[in-house]
C-alpha cells in the first residue's frame, strides 16, 4: 500500500560539479555530495485542501494559505486568538495563538498544523474547523454585548 521512500536524484549535469565550483568555493553539490529534500504526501494534501475549503465555508479568514500544511485562521484581536485557543482546548483540539509581536497587532491568528493523522479520521477536518467557527461567533457575539454595556 504506497511507497516507504524515495530516492530523489539530480543530475550532476544539471545541478552539481559540471555546471561550475562546487561546494563550499561555489554553489554546487560535489561529485561524492548527496541530495536531501522530500516529497509531500499526497494524503496530507488532501486534508490540507479539505481544512482549508471547510474554513472558507465557514467564511474564516485563511489569508493567502494554499498548499502548507500550516493553516492560520486570522481573528485579529490577541484577546480574541487567544480566547478561541482556550476554548478549543476544552473541546479538545490543540491550537496555537499567534499573537503580537510574532504577527501584526491587528491579524491575530491561531495556527493549526495539518498532519498524516488527520487524514485517518476524516471528522477531525469538520470537527476542528466548525469548533473554530462556532467559538469564534460566539466570542464575537460576547465581544460585542460587552461593548454595548
Excluded: W
Excluded at 494559505?65 to 486570522?74: A, E, G, T
Amino acid at each position: 500500500k504506497g511507497a516507504i521512500g524515495c530516492i530523489i536524484y539530480s543530475d550532476p549535469e544539471d545541478d552539481g560539479y559540471y555546471q561550475g565550483d562546487v561546494y563550499p568555493k561555489g554553489p554546487f553539490r560535489p561529485a561524492l555530495g548527496a541530495q536531501r529534500g522530500s516529497v509531500l504526501d499526497l494524503p496530507v494534501r488532501r486534508a490540507i485542501r479539505l481544512h482549508l475549503t471547510l474554513a472558507q465555508q465557514q467564511k474564516l479568514n485563511t489569508g493567502s494559505s494554499h498548499d502548507s500544511p500550516v493553516i492560520p485562521i486570522i481573528v485579529g484581536e490577541p484577546y480574541k486568538a487567544v480566547k478561541l485557543s482556550r476554548s478549543l482546548l476544552n473541546r479538545g483540539i490543540t491550537v496555537q495563538p499567534m499573537v503580537y509581536p510574532s504577527v501584526p497587532y491587528n491579524a491575530a491568528r491561531l495556527r493549526f498544523f495539518v498532519t498524516c493523522l488527520h487524514t485517518e479520521a476524516p471528522n477531525s477536518a469538520d470537527r476542528c474547523v466548525y469548533s473554530s467557527g462556532t467559538e469564534s461567533a460566539s466570542l464575537d457575539e460576547l465581544m460585542r454585548e460587552q461593548e454595548v454595556r
